[in-house]
């Protein structure tokens, strides 16, 4: 059954080339899109049973289905590589994008692009499965480049409203700075190692290059200032924010889910190579831990209930790379699995909720929504309880606790990383409790006027269910992930505390979060007004809610020095050879629209003119 | 009988096509260019009967009847567009309309 691995990208692939060329009716369209991701994640489903049932040689299966081109040396093969780490993020990411397809149909239902957002959508799956299925570099940064084609497609979906357009093109140019980084670490590698299939290169890299080489350790900077950008971490992450433009179902799906965790996939299937170079390694655990901090503080003060929901996605994929920073390969892809289901979900339900109170994104003017959306309070606290980490029931509790201990444990862990990460807990359960209580609790500041049916509620519940049982798999998880990415931890060097008492600690700061959520914003909200009004609060409440004014730093290091060097170099001498050519042309102009006289006796004096000039030439000459 | 050389021929047909483009060239009025004009084909068709009947093929009086055709075709479209030309301007003058001028 594994042959049958090409049709996970090609189908999604099929039916957007499908919807984008046919007109069909809005049923037709919904039947199309749902029905093609449906079956790639059948598709999908059938592969993992069998790989399971028959575990291939060497734990992985490469399929080869065409030679891409062959120049000079390279030859990239269009070819899939499965392996433990592949299938389980083309079973998530195709079963989520299933599930929130299905949201959409109804979610979407109102908007005259129908199909041309189903077709963006299901173009998404394809470069999505593409990435995470491609056996060389090339091929992933082909998908790379194709989910941020999408992305931006799907950010300034809303055409019309300019903000939208620009928000699109915020997303598109940021992470292009991210993606050029990893282009030339693309042909570095290829320089150095003469390959770009990611086994081989793999192999290569840990026979020629000696741990804490400078060509290891500059390729693998340069992967992770493609990861940065990709996966809005510090400094890239402007753009995410922004990104919430889009219609709720494609922040669910793209800006939470799944694109945005290729960063930490792409550094997940290279780890051997970070592990060549340890600074580097220890860069993406900085970032990650920096980014984590930085991104919760930011969630805090947000209004906008999507934009709260970014800057937790933000830090969310900051545990990640702290994860992989300290060497705790595992926990990162089990972290990017709970938080895909509980994620999806709370957009899900943001979506729900922002509809049912008419376009409100105002957290401050919602309130009470517990009674009258009760489906979407449930599960959205759900969700909300598993971001903040509720042990024992939820799944991110697991996840996160395993991200603690390897933080603390692993090859490159220590305290420093330990207690910034439970830092980010007490953030994390303050906001989403924050956004819980004043989206669902207190008195009512809007009214419903809307209701959704059964296609937006089924994937939530659905979703919901995943974000508790995903947890309960994290002993089969690290079992199956162990041949591509070890988990040996506990053993490297000394540990002050037992797992046991970290996940205690972690536990005890969650509820310290929840009570201070509490107080501050349903018991007591005079004190967060206090809070907020103080100069040293207000000043902070400013600098946070501009995330820590990285866009006034952009615009000012290199936005406008662009702008000014551009506006000083008008007249270069390129330039001026353009303008040079348009003058003449306009010279010329003038010259030849004098003989436009209008008047026919003169035309057809010019004519024979003409030809008797024409038929002297030909006779005397 | 004395034949009459080609070269009599040919300055004929050369005459009247120069008498024809010069009319052409010279009147203002639509109708006598169009005049004009049949007068230079008809120069055209007599150098081919004559240059036909100098190697004694049939091909130059084919080519006058082709060319009957094609004048016959070209003065039926010419006057149905010297009529609407005079329904518009009420003049034939050629010279009054230069709207298109550049």
């Known amino acids: 059954?594994?042959?049958?691995?090409?049709?996970?990208?090609?189908?999604?692939?099929?039916?957007?080339?499908?919807?984008?060329?046919?007109?069909?009716?809005?049923?037709?369209?919904?039947?199309?899109?749902?029905?093609?991701?449906?079956?790639?994640?059948?598709?999908?489903?059938?592969?993992?049973?069998?790989?399971?049932?028959?575990?291939?040689?060497?734990?992985?299966?490469?399929?080869?289905?065409?030679?891409?081109?062959?120049?000079?040396?390279?030859?990239?093969?269009?070819?899939?590589?499965?392996?433990?780490?592949?299938?389980?993020?083309?079973?998530?990411?195709?079963?989520?994008?299933?599930?929130?397809h299905i949201y959409s149909t109804e979610f979407m239902i109102e908007d005259e692009g129908y199909a041309r957002f189903f077709a963006y959508m299901n173009l998404f799956v394809a470069s999505m499965l593409t990435l995470l299925l491609a056996d060389?570099?090339?091929?992933?940064?082909?998908?790379?480049?194709?989910?941020?084609?999408?992305?931006?497609?799907?950010?300034?979906?809303?055409?019309?409203?300019?903000?939208?357009?620009?928000?699109?093109?915020?997303?598109?140019?940021?992470?292009?700075v991210g993606d050029t980084a990893l282009l030339i670490g693309l042909f570095l590698l290829f320089h150095e190692l003469g390959t770009l299939n990611i086994q081989e290169l793999m192999q290569q890299a840990s026979q020629h290059w000696p741990i804490g080489s400078a060509a290891a350790t500059t390729a693998a900077l340069l992967l992770l200032g493609g990861a940065v950008g990709k996966s809005a971490q510090l400094p890239l992450q402007t753009w995410l924010p922004d990104a919430m433009a889009g219609p709720t179902p494609v922040s669910a799906?793209?800006?939470a889910a799944t694109m945005v965790t290729a960063g930490v996939y792409l550094i997940a299937r290279t780890h051997i190579l970070f592990s060549l170079a340890p600074q580097a390694q220890f860069a993406v655990a900085v970032v990650g831990a920096a980014t984590l901090l930085m991104a919760g503080f930011s969630a805090l003060t947000q209004w906008d209930l999507k934009r709260v929901l970014?800057?937790?996605?933000?830090?969310?994929?900051?545990?990640?790379?702290?994860?992989?920073?300290?060497g705790a390969w595992?926990?990162?892809?089990?972290?990017?699995?709970?938080?895909?289901?509980?994620?999806?979900?709370?957009?899900?339900?943001?979506?729900?909720?922002?509809q049912s109170l008419g376009e409100e994104h105002n957290i401050f003017r919602m309130g009470g929504l517990r009674k009258q959306l009760p489906i979407a309070f449930w599960t959205f606290l759900i969700a909300g309880l598993s971001l903040a980490g509720l042990p024992l029931i939820t799944a991110g509790a697991f996840s996160k606790d395993w991200i603690l201990w390897g933080a603390l444990s692993a090859a490159h862990g220590s305290v420093t990383f330990w207690a910034v990460a439970l830092v980010g807990v007490l953030l994390t359960s303050l906001y989403t409790f924050r956004m819980i209580f004043l989206v669902f609790f207190g008195e009512a500041h809007s009214q419903v006027t809307k209701r959704a049916g059964k296609a937006m509620y089924i994937p939530c519940l659905i979703l919901g269910l995943l974000s508790i049982v995903g947890g309960y798999v994290e002993g089969p998880f690290a079992r199956f992930l162990d041949t591509v990415l070890p988990w040996n931890a506990g053993n490297i060097h000394a540990v002050p505390i037992t797992e046991i008492a970290s996940e205690v600690i972690a536990t005890l700061v969650f509820l310290l979060g929840t009570y201070v959520a509490y107080i501050l914003f349903l018991r007591k909200p005079a004190y967060t007004a206090m809070l907020g009004s103080s100069s040293a609060g207000g000043v902070l409440h400013r600098f946070w809610f501009s995330d820590w004014g990285m866009d006034w730093l952009n615009d000012r290091l290199f936005v406008r020095p662009l702008v000014w060097l551009a506006q000083v170099d008008k007249n270069d001498f390129v330039d001026a050879f353009y303008a040079g050519v348009a003058g003449i042309t306009?010279?010329?102009?003038?010259?030849?629209?004098?003989?436009?006289?209008?008047?026919?006796?003169?035309?057809?004096?010019?004519?024979?003119?003409?030809?008797?000039?024409?038929?002297?030439?030909?006779l005397f000459l | 009988m004395t034949v009459i050389p080609m070269s009599h021929g040919l300055i004929l047909g050369g005459v009247l096509f120069a008498l024809g483009l010069a009319g052409l060239l010279m009147r203002r009025n639509l109708l006598f260019i169009l005049i004009s004009l049949e007068i230079m084909l008809n120069g055209a068709g007599v150098a081919?009967?004559?240059?036909?009947?100098?190697?004694?093929?049939?091909?130059?009086?084919?080519?006058?009847?082709?060319?009957?055709?094609?004048?016959?075709?070209?003065v039926s479209v010419g006057l149905a567009l010297l009529l609407r030309f005079y329904r518009l301007h009420n003049t034939l003058d050629a010279d009054s309309t230069s709207e298109m001028r550049g």
């Open chain 1, 330 to 354: 595992p926990a990162a892809i089990f972290h990017f699995m709970t938080h895909a289901f509980f994620k999806a979900l709370l957009f899900l339900g943001a979506g729900i909720v922002i």
């Open chain 1, 586 to 618: 306009e010279i010329t102009w003038s010259v030849l629209r004098r003989t436009e006289t209008g008047k026919l006796r003169l035309y057809a004096a010019g004519i024979a003119a003409g030809s008797i000039v024409f038929i002297a030439v030909v």
């Open chain 2, 48 to 74: 081919f009967v004559a240059a036909g009947s100098r190697w004694g093929q049939p091909d130059g009086q084919i080519m006058f009847l082709f060319i009957l055709a094609a004048a016959a075709a070209e």
């Open chain 1, 310 to 326: 970014a800057y937790s996605t933000i830090s969310q994929i900051g545990y990640m790379f702290l994860a992989l920073g300290v």
């Open chain 1, 253 to 255: 799906l793209i800006h």
């Open chain 1, 1 to 100: 059954m594994l042959e049958l691995l090409w049709l996970v990208p090609a189908i999604p692939f099929a039916s957007a080339l499908l919807l984008a060329v046919l007109r069909l009716s809005r049923k037709a369209v919904a039947w199309i899109a749902v029905g093609s991701i449906a079956a790639s994640s059948m598709v999908s489903l059938l592969v993992t049973v069998s790989y399971l049932l028959a575990p291939p040689a060497a734990n992985s299966y490469t399929q080869v289905l065409g030679r891409w081109f062959d120049v000079g040396g390279l030859h990239p093969d269009i070819a899939l590589y499965l392996d433990p780490l592949s299938l389980i993020m083309v079973v998530v990411v195709a079963f989520v994008s299933f599930l929130i």
């Open chain 1, 136 to 176: 060389n570099l090339l091929l992933l940064y082909l998908g790379w480049e194709g989910v941020g084609l999408c992305s931006y497609l799907l950010i300034g979906f809303w055409y019309r409203d300019v903000e939208n357009g620009l928000a699109g093109r915020k997303a598109f140019i940021v992470t292009r």
